[in-house]
């Protein structure tokens, strides 16, 4: 079918790929609920997509047939391209109707040309800054997707180094993790030549480990974006870990005696998490630098600060909710954002925009009895903070009558920093005024 728009009347509606969230341009299909000539209701699902972190299910926009399926599962499209064709009650144009048969084999034609774009050959337009080009492609029709050509652009890989990186996807398609894999083993590729090397010359080791034997379970699509996403943060920036210790002896006592007086008050139950989220981004305030992300050469200093929460799922996954303009909000206003964004991660009910857009993340490790962490940055952030669990033990105090030992409620935090953009005088600064935040915080203060 040609691009060209249909018009309304003719009762064709070309359905595009919905805007699902900030920034997004771009999303995967994973499955179609309808099939070509089956009947589909306004609002009824018609497919499901994938983002970087949110399976979201699409509905139609309006009652009629699918006359035309446009791509298939697996395949990245970009935000606003037709993606389907739905015959609705109104009359089809003739044009529509009396296409001659060649010119649906010159859109068939136009289609193969289409594909072909997006094919390596071995005359592939070479990308900038790459220095292999003097070795041919070993396989003359390897489909790389858009996501792969962009993480190939941004690391100066060319088209014939792709081409070498072994695939794991369905049909020999090379996956994003087979990209950054290939990455994190120093791009052994880089320099490939045709010609027989010196056999006395160092070369990478082809190292076979024994992963030994057991049940075998296969990722799913979460857990294999989160490996992605992981491997991606370590490989690129260089982490750097302070920690400190808070005594939140007071802060545990304020909340213990006043939560049950909150939640009769404003419907919301007081969790620490709010607490944790006011205090964070009060020290943000005191230090904006932290709330940054790297782009290139240049360092992007956030306007908003949005703080991202680690969750995890039912699933075991792990997914990072944003409180947005945390620094705006009083604690009932965080409370309830929390407690709302919490229990849509709990019924897998979170949004594309949920989770966009966080600027500083904090991962309450504590939840799990963990006494501290070293959390990976959440990209395309500079900083992340974990939080380990508040535990009572003797310290000793200082008194009027003089040093004390006395039971108080200690927690360890632990700040992972991007070394490139974040120096130590910053981050330990940072994390040392967050705890500072805890310790001093008001007996006195009403709900």
Do not use: C
């Amino acid at each position: 079918m040609s691009d060209k728009k249909i018009p309304v009347s003719t009762g064709i509606h070309e359905f595009k790929m919905p805007k699902l969230g900030e920034s997004i341009t771009e999303a995967a299909i994973i499955t179609w609920f309808k099939n070509v000539g089956d009947t589909i209701e306004q609002d009824e699902m018609l497919l499901e997509v994938a983002t970087d972190k949110v399976d979201s299910e699409v509905p139609s926009t309006v009652t009629g047939v699918v006359e035309e399926i446009r791509y298939k599962a697996n395949e990245v499209i970009k935000i606003g391209e037709t993606i389907a064709i739905i015959k609705t009650n109104g009359k089809v144009s003739a044009s529509k109707k009396k296409e001659t048969p060649s010119k649906v084999e010159d859109k068939s034609q136009k289609k193969q040309v289409e594909k072909k774009k997006r094919h390596v050959t071995s005359s592939a337009v070479e990308m900038s800054h790459s220095n292999a080009h003097s070795f041919t492609v070993s396989n003359e029709d390897r489909f790389f997707s858009p996501l792969v050509i962009s993480i190939a652009k941004q690391h100066h890989i060319s088209f014939e180094e792709l081409a070498r990186i072994q695939a794991t996807g369905k049909e020999g398609r090379l996956r994003k993790s087979d990209v950054f894999n290939y990455i994190e083993d120093g791009r052994p590729y880089q320099f490939a030549q045709p010609i027989v090397q010196d056999p006395t010359a160092y070369r990478i080791p082809q190292l076979r480990f024994d992963k030994g034997k057991g049940k075998i379970v296969e990722m799913d699509r979460m857990r294999q974006m989160i490996a992605d996403h992981m491997v991606y943060s370590k490989h690129t920036s260089p982490h750097v870990t302070a920690y400190v210790e808070a005594d939140l002896t007071n802060m545990v006592n304020w909340r213990n005696k006043h939560k049950n007086a909150f939640q009769e008050k404003y419907g919301e139950r007081l969790t620490f998490t709010p607490l944790f989220v006011e205090a964070v981004a009060k020290a943000i305030k005191d230090f904006p630098n932290i709330n940054a992300s790297v782009d290139g050469k240049n360092i992007i200093v956030k306007d908003d600060i949005n703080i991202g929460m680690a969750t995890a799922l039912p699933s075991g996954n792990l997914i990072v909710p944003v409180v947005r303009n945390a620094d705006s909000k009083n604690l009932q206003e965080l409370a309830t954002n929390v407690n709302d964004l919490a229990e849509k991660a709990r019924d897998n009910n979170l949004k594309a925009d949920d989770i966009q857009g966080s600027t500083f993340t904090i991962s309450n490790v504590g939840t799990f009895g963990s006494v501290m962490g070293t959390p990976i940055i959440n990209q395309p952030e500079v900083a992340i903070l974990a939080l380990g669990i508040i535990k009572k033990r003797p310290e000793v105090i200082e008194t009027e009558k003089g040093d004390e030992i006395a039971i108080r409620s200690m927690m360890y935090l632990s700040l992972s920093f991007d070394h490139r953009v974040v120096d130590g005088f910053l981050g330990g600064s940072f994390v040392r005024r967050v705890a500072d935040y805890f310790e001093q915080f008001d007996v006195d203060r009403e709900i």
